[in-house]
């Protein structure tokens, strides 16, 4: 496996479902809407759950209504209930296992809550590729997350807007079927904040 790049709007999602339900743990899958020269480049993610992770009927609902013909599912991301700990549950393997099957490239990330304040200087990820039917560290100089300062401060200032508010995941959906899992306002925020016109890319 090459090169991964996580854009501005995958992140951003991420780290503002974390920060939602910091006290529990977040899954969710990474989308890629095309490839560049071999890379996996993840252009989107869609929140999931944020609790009762281990249940395989709601994720396999969600895996089922995720079916987007512009897109297709590239992997998995996963935040611990506990902060100090990144490292994959069985149900983080599982869920991976089952996106490896219908794509060879995919890749697992886990959040590392333990470095996701707003002054770290690397994108607090770990990333494992499977090798050998198994799920093994990905080379972290292959993970690529461009314009990591600009997007760390959109991430910040919507949290301190209260805009992370906006962001549904699956689990909030299932609760109240009138709130958009898809995140079409959180998506149109991300992209203002990020565009060239407030001097970010």
């Not at 699956?170 to 958009?180: S, Y």
Request: hydrophobic content about 40%; some cysteine; aromatic content about 6%.
């Amino acid at each position: 496996m090459g090169e991964v790049e996580l854009s501005c709007r995958a992140y951003v999602k991420m780290h503002l479902h974390a920060c939602v339900f910091p006290r529990c743990s977040i899954n969710g899958l990474l989308l890629s809407s095309g490839s560049a020269g071999g890379a996996v480049c993840v252009t989107d993610c869609v929140p999931l759950l944020h609790s009762h992770l281990p249940l395989a009927p709601i994720s396999q609902l969600a895996l089922t209504q995720v079916k987007d013909p512009l897109s297709v599912i590239v992997g998995y991301y996963q935040a611990n209930a506990c902060v100090s700990d990144s490292s994959p549950t069985p149900c983080a393997l599982k869920i991976a296992d089952k996106i490896c099957e219908q794509f060879d490239n995919a890749v697992l990330l886990m959040l590392d809550g333990s470095k996701m304040s707003s002054d770290y200087r690397v994108p607090p990820i770990v990333m494992y590729e499977r090798k050998d039917s198994r799920w093994t560290l990905k080379d972290k100089h292959t993970i690529m997350l461009r314009q990591w300062e600009e997007t760390q401060a959109i991430a910040a200032q919507l949290l301190e807007a209260g805009d992370q508010s906006l962001l549904v995941d699956f689990d909030g959906h299932l609760d109240d079927i009138t709130k958009d899992w898809t995140n079409q306002k959180l998506n149109n925020k991300i992209a203002e904040l990020a565009s060239p016109a407030n001097g970010n890319i």
